[in-house]
C-alpha cells in the first residue's frame, strides 16, 4: 500500500461563537495531522446564507490563533494564506452537481413548501419513525423538467437514495457502522437559492482536498450515510471517519448553553490560559492511557491517537479546568509571569499606575501558590496594589482586641526607627513588641495582618510588610486605628 499522506480539516459553520465542543474538534485534528506528520487544513463552510452572523469568521480565526492551532495551507490572503472559504468554491459544487445529475444520481424536485410540510405532517400522523420526501419529483421526464426549468419554477437538487441499499463506513472511534438506505432522506444538495447544502459541498471539498479522515463531533454520525452515499455516486474513495463523543454536563445532559458557558469565547475572557484550556479540551473525549493529566501540547501531539478516543460521552469539568489552570501557571516562568501580569494590569483598574519589575516578581513569589489566575495576582493580593478599603467583618470580630490600637502602636513606633526594614526585621519588631506588651505574638500579627491587608488569609504576614514596605505600614496602622476609634 502507498503511504498516502494525513490530511486533516477542521471546519467550522461562522454562525457565531465557537462551543468548547468546535474547538474539541479542531484540536483532535490538529493533534492528529502533528502526531502522524500530516496536513491540517482549516475549511470555512459559510454556504448557509441565512445563519451567516458578522464577524464570526474573523472570532474563529483569532481563536485558533490565541489556542496556538496553526493551519497548513490555504488560498494566499493578502501575503498570507488561508482558510479556505466555501463561498468562494461555488462553481466547484455547481460542476460536480450536474455530473450527479448526469449519472441519475440526483435529481430536480419542484416540489412547493406547502407540499413538502403537507407531506411531513401526513407521514407524522401516520407514526412514521421518520419523514422523507416521497420521490414524486423522479417521476418528471426530461422534457418536463427542462420546461420547469425554463419556466423559471423554483426547484432544488437532490440526492436519489436506494431505500434497499446498505450503507456502510469504518469509524475510528466506533469501529464498523451500518445504516439501513431505508432511513436515509433524498438529502436536498442544491438549494432553492443555488446554494449548495452542506452535505454536499462539504464531501466535494474532502475530495479535493484530498482528506483522509473526517474527525468530527458525534452529531455528525447520522449524516455520514449521506456523505457516504455521496462519495460511492462520484466514484470516490470514502475516507476515514472518526466522530468525538458528545460533551456532557456533570449531570449528564448535553452540554448547553444554559447551564453554564459554553463559548471559547467566555472562557477566554475569564482569563483561562489556552494552554489550560487546550489540556483540558484535549482530555474531553481523549486519554492516553495512563493518570497523566498536565500536558503541554508537545506532549499531547507526542501522545495523541484515535484509538484512544472513547465513545462515551465526556463530562465538563469545571473544576479540573480551574485546576489545570492553576497548574499551568504555577509553571510560567518569572519573566512570563511579570509580563502577563503586567499586561493584565493594564485592563484594571491599577492601570495608570507603575510597577517595577522587582516588585511584581515579590508580588508573584508571595501569591503564585495561592491563584488559579493571573488577574488573582492583584485581585487576591489587591493589597498589594492598594490600602485595604475596608476589613473582613469575622476577622475583625475575632482579632480585634480592645489592647490592639495600643499594640499596633507600639509596632509601628518601632519600624519608623528603621531606615529600610526588611522581612527578618518586621519579625524581630514583632517579637519585641510582644514582649514589651506582654501578649502572645497572635496578639500582634492578627490584628497587623488586619490593618495591611484586610483580610485574614494570605502569604506569611513578614512576606507581606516586606513587599509594602515600612511607609505603606506605618500609613496603614495609622488609618486603622484612625477607622475604628
Ligand atoms: N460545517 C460543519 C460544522 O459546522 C462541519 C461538520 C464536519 O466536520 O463535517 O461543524
Known amino acids: 500500500m502507498i503511504n498516502k499522506e494525513i490530511r486533516v480539516r477542521y471546519a467550522p459553520s461562522p454562525t457565531g461563537y465557537i462551543h468548547i465542543g468546535n474547538l474539541r474538534t479542531a484540536l483532535y485534528n490538529y493533534l492528529f495531522a502533528r502526531h502522524t506528520g500530516g496536513k491540517f487544513i482549516v475549511r470555512i463552510e459559510d454556504t448557509d446564507q441565512a445563519r451567516k452572523v458578522e464577524g464570526a469568521v474573523e472570532n474563529l480565526i483569532a481563536t485558533l490563533k ?5 493551519y497548513d495551507e490555504g488560498p494566499e490572503k493578502g501575503g498570507d494564506y488561508g482558510p479556505y472559504y466555501q463561498s468562494e468554491r461555488l462553481d466547484i459544487y455547481k460542476t460536480h452537481v450536474d455530473i450527479l445529475l448526469q449519472k441519475k444520481k440526483a435529481y430536480y424536485c419542484f416540489c412547493s413548501a406547502e407540499r413538502l410540510t403537507a407531506l411531513r405532517e401526513e407521514q407524522q400522523k401516520q407514526k412514521l419513525n421518520q419523514t ?13 423538467v427542462s420546461a ?7 426547484h432544488v437538487v437532490r440526492l436519489n437514495v436506494d431505500p434497499s441499499s446498505t450503507i456502510k463506513f469504518k469509524d475510528d472511534v466506533r469501529g464498523d457502522v451500518e445504516f439501513s438506505g431505508e432511513v436515509v432522506d433524498d438529502q436536498v444538495l442544491i438549494k432553492s437559492d443555488n446554494y449548495p447544502t452542506y452535505h454536499l459541498a462539504n464531501v466535494i471539498d474532502d475530495h479535493l482536498m484530498k482528506i483522509t479522515h473526517v474527525i468530527r463531533g458525534e452529531e455528525w454520525l447520522p449524516s455520514t450515510p449521506k456523505h457516504v452515499l455521496l462519495y460511492e455516486a462520484f466514484g470516490w474513495d470514502v475516507p476515514v471517519f472518526a466522530h468525538l463523543p458528545l460533551l456532557l454536563n456533570p449531570d449528564r445532559s448535553k452540554l448547553s448553553k444554559r447551564q453554564g458557558d459554553v463559548a471559547v469565547e467566555d472562557y477566554r475572557k475569564k482569563g483561562f490560559l ?12 481523549w486519554t492516553a492511557g495512563d493518570d ?3 500536558y503541554y501540547i508537545d506532549e499531547l501531539i507526542k501522545s495523541f491517537s484515535l484509538d484512544r478516543v472513547n465513545k462515551s460521552g465526556a463530562v465538563f469539568d469545571i473544576e479540573k479546568l480551574n485546576w489545570l489552570n492553576a497548574e499551568h501557571l504555577r509553571r510560567k516562568s518569572d519573566t512570563e509571569l511579570i509580563q502577563m501580569l503586567r499586561d493584565d494590569l493594564k485592563t484594571s483598574k491599577y492601570s495608570g499606575n507603575e510597577y517595577s519589575d522587582e516588585y511584581l516578581l515579590k508580588v508573584i513569589h508571595a501569591m503564585k501558590e495561592r491563584v488559579s489566575f493571573v488577574q488573582e495576582f492583584y485581585e487576591k493580593g489587591s493589597y498589594f496594589f492598594e490600602e485595604p478599603a475596608s476589613y473582613e467583618e469575622a476577622a475583625l470580630k475575632k482579632r480585634w482586641k480592645e489592647e490592639s490600637p495600643a499594640i499596633l502602636s507600639k509596632y509601628s513606633e518601632k519600624i519608623s526607627t528603621y531606615e529600610n526594614p526588611v522581612k527578618e526585621d518586621f519579625e524581630k519588631i ?4 510582644a514582649a514589651e506588651m506582654n501578649v502572645g505574638n ?13 483580610v485574614s488569609g494570605g502569604p506569611g504576614i513578614f512576606e507581606i510588610l516586606d513587599i509594602i514596605g515600612r511607609d505603606k505600614t506605618i500609613t496603614r496602622i495609622n488609618a486603622i486605628l484612625e477607622k475604628l476609634k
Not at 274 to 285: C, H, K, T, V
Request: proline share 4%; net charge negative.
Open 274 to 285: 489556552s494552554e489550560a484550556l487546550i489540556n483540558f479540551i484535549a482530555l474531553l473525549g
Open 132 to 144: 422523507k420526501y416521497d420521490k414524486r419529483c423522479l417521476q418528471l421526464s426530461d422534457e418536463e
Open 442 to 454: 497572635g496578639n500582634v500579627i492578627h490584628p497587623l495582618r488586619l490593618a495591611t491587608s484586610g
Open 66 to 70: 490565541w489556542a496556538g492551532l496553526d
Open 430 to 433: 514583632l517579637h519585641e513588641t
Open 292 to 294: 497523566k493529566e498536565f
Open 148 to 154: 420547469n426549468i425554463a419556466k423559471g419554477m423554483p
